[in-house]
């Protein structure tokens, strides 16, 4: 071997200082690691646009940018060692060639992969989770296997790659137009590793760029020599593994490989690092060695045998290549001309790279054996090499969190049977509670009574959730987020991990399932079937917490000193830790459109003892339609990354804290900021319900009223889908006394590159103003607060710094393109603004117990709510109030003239008889039925003139008739059944006063037979009397 592969004992030494020396001047500590909520706060840095004058500023300024996903990252050099180059040279006038010629380059200066090597080094494993994330968005190349100087030992770095999700189209999948999404540590792609022994005239990295990038989508994925400070010395990442990815779009002009390709690379010279090439050996399908020393390649290939094949990769034109060498090992290990890539004197770079990627899909095409990174970790162990999730709370976490996921097949029943408190008796709770506060559906009935009926529905649906012993699901759940320090943290992201890849695998069966059934249109059952499915079999870590919630709001409905509630009363307290740590939390329930306000506000009493009592917070909310990118809007502008279910958009609304740093504090009289992520507005799954409206209103409504400072997030330069909303909004803040907040709101405009938009689109921002005023104006005058007279009285809106311009999220075609440093910087330019206004905030921030207060008081005053979050925007409300009251007049008209023709009828009826004798009763039931007939033509005469008005209405033009068009039926439809009702009570009141006139008549005959006969009886007695001449007295008359 030459002592080529030896491991000389005083290099530790001198390596080992030189890492410790290396950290301390970057600020790092490996005992003392960097947590997420350290990175996250809001401090000086966050928005500081100062240059980097040290290597510590380095540091910060690298896990700043890569936060927000800019590209630019990895350019880290201080500037003060630029400035002091850069003024000697200013100073110098003439010529100089001495100076011209001096190497520049400052010993100071680090290469970023130094930078990089130490961040991973010094970080925790959720921050080493969020980089490696953050650089997979980026397209840069993330660690493997990740090596200390000090120890001489290597980690594969498993844990921090599990975050990683990728979408991607191989060919096979081309003509169904479907995809593959996978966490990239399960998928099983073969790896290509690329490795140099001795030195080398190639940059192998930069021929690795070169390797997975097109010609119109070149971009670097590994550090390289021409890069920035790429050049400078290594100090302390020699040994690094860095994997890349290289994942076909589907498309084949543009597919450099049709299948998806890992490629490894390895940093220095691998005869310095045998560990980390045997680990390649056993894990690659083939490795490429990059050598000019072809000696040096025949001593390797003799020492180790590796599993993979071997590719050897040289420059003929270098001065060390020697062409018999070449010879000798091509002879001795059998190699043949495909596994030998040589760059000729003829060959220029675009060729050889082109050799390399038909060589590299030739290895891919015959790959059998495909190892997923998990898998690896069995090398690792073998090779003595560390993993970083071999630790106790690690492996606890991730028993606890599989002996939950591990019961789950089928997602439905799971819910039914170990959730059941969330599903059908938690939404008829919420169909309750806002009837109780709306009374919509009370009709005639006593509104008390009804009240008390409606709590009674209540109380025996608590006895319900109260009647269900808590499942074993939510027991280990609740015991694994009560387990102390770190391992809650690494529970729920193993929770979290294993929910979204059954999910995933769950949506995407489903998926092939509806696009077989929807090309036989007769299966619309079963197409139906599998649509609810798809909407309803989605499990996240969400819904365990909206269970607990549910859990602990039965409880409390429970007498004070019973056992049960006794024993429950923790939770909101477990919930409270875990939204200090960072943990997102539900606050708005989206499958039933509810807030569980006893949780949610005991949760947030908790918070204020966990925080100090003075602890304040100001609130930042993003609203928009459905997959305009609000989510990922915030995850780049703070770094943060929501809880959203695999496989579709987020429900209802979640709230995270982020921290703000001690010397802000002050400058903000606050100590977290508080992220409001909020579901799609407008979303297809909801626009075909009744009450969509109602839904997108409520929830936009409370969230505004919630925040100092909204985002309305829109598609392109058009706000006319959002502007519908803010009237919406606009008119129930002024329906509702407490709503004493006057909310800053940024209109938010994505996918907008063009750098005239902000001027090209002056006119259309005026425009929009006056529209919004216009319906502030008409929600005013309705709600008879005509002092609101334009839009930014409710709310504070400039259309010349209200409005952000942000360009596409993605600098290519995706799944390999980067993330458009445009999209960054202008993110980066909002946050500032945000970030600067929240501090100028003239209104104190509120501490946690007035925000639980308002959250408890806005929310009741949307439930109260009963009219305006029905209609889709304020001029809707007002026209639907003209034409509703121009109908009242008309039906009213047409009531009075029927009520006045009956009042006729019934007299010509009480009066039947009385004038011309009649003794046929046949005749009075002619009456009837001649006047059931005047009364039917009376009655079409009157439905005809009621809809006659109705269509004359819709032909005008003002009043904003054509924003009720939609309602035209509805009213058409009430004329008819005014008519119905109205012809059914007539012909009754005619039916009653014939009968009563009937009566009468009877009467009348029996008092005319009663009269007659007693003439008769009195006639015949004084007939008597004459006969007989006597005097009779009174009391003989009375017998």
Not at 903 to 921: L, Q, R
Request: proline residues 2%; aromatic residues 8%; negative net charge.
């Amino acid at each position: 071997m030459n002592g080529q592969f030896d491991k000389s004992t005083p290099a530790m030494v001198t390596t080992k200082s030189r890492l410790d020396s290396l950290l301390e001047d970057l600020g790092l500590d490996q005992e003392d690691k960097l947590s997420l909520s350290t990175l996250l706060q809001i401090d000086d840095q966050s928005t500081s646009d100062t240059p980097a004058v040290s290597n510590r500023d380095l540091v910060w300024g690298f896990m700043k940018k890569l936060m927000m996903v800019n590209v630019t990252a990895r350019n880290v050099k201080c500037n003060a060692s630029c400035d002091s180059s850069y003024d000697m040279e200013s100073e110098i006038s003439g010529f100089n060639l001495d100076s011209l010629l001096s190497d520049s380059t400052s010993d100071d200066v680090l290469n970023p992969l130094d930078i990089i090597t130490a961040v991973f080094l010094c970080s925790d494993g959720f921050v080493q989770q969020e980089l490696a994330l953050k650089m997979s968005m980026c397209q840069f190349a993330v660690p493997l296997l990740l090596p200390n100087i000090d120890t001489q030992q290597c980690t594969l770095m498993l844990w921090a790659l599990r975050d990683i999700v990728k979408k991607y189209r191989p060919q096979s999948l081309l003509e169904s137009k479907g995809f593959i999404e996978e966490r990239i540590v399960l998928a099983k792609i073969p790896m290509i590793s690329f490795v140099r022994l001795g030195e080398c005239s190639l940059s192998k990295s930069e021929i690795l760029n070169k390797l997975l990038s097109n010609a119109q989508q070149y971009h670097d994925t590994f550090v390289h020599h021409n890069m920035e400070c790429g050049d400078c010395p290594r100090k302390i990442s020699d040994g690094l593994v860095e994997i890349a990815w290289y994942l076909p779009c589907g498309n084949k002009n543009i597919d450099i490989f049709s299948e998806p390709v890992t490629v490894a690379n390895l940093r220095g010279d691998i005869a310095s690092f045998i560990l980390q090439y045997s680990f390649l050996s056993e894990t690659s399908s083939a490795i490429f060695v990059f050598c000019d020393q072809l000696h040096l390649a025949c001593s390797l290939l003799t020492s180790y045998k590796s599993k993979a094949d071997i590719f050897l990769v040289s420059d003929s034109q270098n001065k060390d290549f020697d062409s018999e060498e070449l010879k000798r090992v091509a002879t001795e290990f059998n190699l043949t001309n495909n596994k030998i890539i040589i760059k000729s004197r003829s060959m220029n770079e675009a060729d050889f790279v082109t050799k390399l990627q038909w060589t590299v899909r030739s290895v891919v095409e015959k790959a059998k054996v495909r190892p997923h990174i998990e898998q690896m970790a069995d090398v690792a162990y073998e090779l003595g090499i560390q993993v970083d999730e071999d630790f106790p709370e690690c492996r606890n976490a991730k028993q606890n969190a599989d002996a939950i996921t591990s019961e789950i097949h089928d997602t439905l029943e799971y819910k039914e049977t170990q959730l059941p408190l969330q599903g059908k008796i938690w939404k008829e709770l919420t169909t309750l509670e806002k009837e109780e506060c709306r009374l919509r559906n009370a009709g005639s009935e006593n509104i008390e009574n009804y009240k008390v009926l409606l709590q009674e529905q209540k109380k025996t649906l608590r006895e319900k959730q109260n009647s269900y012993d808590m499942s074993k699901a939510m027991t280990c759940f609740i015991n694994a987020i009560s387990s102390p320090g770190i391992e809650r943290n690494y529970f729920m992201k193993w929770m979290r991990l294993n929910l979204d890849n059954m999910s995933r695998e769950k949506l995407s069966g489903l998926r092939e399932q509806y696009r077989e059934n929807s090309k036989e249109f007769k299966n619309k059952e079963v197409i139906k079937e599998i649509d609810r499915q798809l909407s309803s079999s989605s499990l996240g870590i969400e819904h365990f917490f909206r269970e607990m919630g549910q859990i602990y709001e039965a409880s409390v409905s429970l007498p004070e000193h019973h056992r049960s509630r006794e024993q429950l009363q923790h939770l909101p307290r477990l919930c409270a830790e875990l939204l200090l740590e960072g943990l997102p939390l539900e606050l708005v329930d989206g499958d039933a459109s509810n807030i569980p306000l006893r949780w949610v506000t005991d949760v947030l009493a908790h918070l204020h003892q966990l925080m100090s009592s003075n602890s304040k917070i100001l609130v930042v909310t993003v609203l928009g339609v459905q997959s305009t990118g609000k989510s990922t809007l915030l995850n780049t502008m703070f770094g943060v990354q929501f809880a959203v279910s695999s496989g579709r958009c987020t429900r209802g609304a979640f709230m995270l804290l982020i921290r703000i740093s001690e010397e802000l504090k002050k400058v903000f009289d606050c100590d977290f900021i508080m992220i409001i992520d909020t579901e799609g507005l407008k979303s297809p799954e909801l626009a075909q319900l009744d009450d969509s409206y109602e839904h997108d209103n409520e929830l936009a409504t409370l969230v505004v009223g919630l925040s100092d400072i909204t985002l309305i997030n829109i598609a392109m330069e058009n706000s006319t889908e959002m502007k519908d909303i803010l009237q919406i909004v606009v008119h129930a803040f002024l329906r509702m006394k407490e709503v004493g907040k006057k909310p800053k709101c940024r209109f938010v405009h994505q996918n907008v590159s063009d750098v005239s938009a902000h001027e090209k689109n002056l006119r259309d921002r005026k425009l929009l103003l006056e529209q919004l005023n216009e319906m502030t104006q008409a929600a005013a005058k309705m709600e008879k607060k005509e002092n609101n007279k334009s839009f930014t009285d409710v709310m504070e809106y400039s259309p010349d710094t209200g409005n952000w311009y942000i360009p596409g999220l993605w600098n290519g075609n995706p799944p390999m393109a980067p993330v458009n440093a445009g999209y960054s910087e202008a993110v980066y330019e909002l946050k500032k603004n945000i970030i600067q206004t929240l501090s100028e905030c003239e209104s104190s921030a509120n501490n946690i117990l007035e925000f639980q207060e308002w959250i408890r008081s806005l929310w009741n005053a949307v439930k109260y709510e009963n009219f305006i979050f029905s209609f889709r925007n304020s001029l809707v409300a007002d026209a639907y109030m003209r034409l509703c009251t121009e109908y009242n007049k008309w039906e009213w008209n047409f009531k009075k003239d029927m009520y006045a023709w009956v009042t006729n009828a019934e007299t010509i009826i009480s009066n039947y008889g009385k004038i011309v004798e009649e003794h046929d009763t046949g005749s009075i039931g002619k009456l009837l039925s001649n006047l059931k007939i005047n009364a039917c033509t009376k009655l079409s005469q009157g439905e005809e003139t009621l809809l006659q008005n109705l269509t004359q209405y819709f032909k005008q033009t003002g009043a904003h008739v054509n924003l009720v068009e939609k309602y035209k039926e509805d009213f058409m439809t009430s004329a008819k059944s005014i008519r119905k009702e109205l012809e059914k009570s007539i012909i009754n009141q005619l039916t009653a006063a014939v009968d009563i006139r009937q009566g009468m008549r009877e009467l009348e005959k029996i008092k005319e037979n009663h009269t007659q006969e007693i003439e008769e009886r009195v006639l015949e007695l004084i007939e008597q009397c004459r006969k007989k001449n006597v005097k009779m007295t009174y009391r003989e008359l009375d017998k």
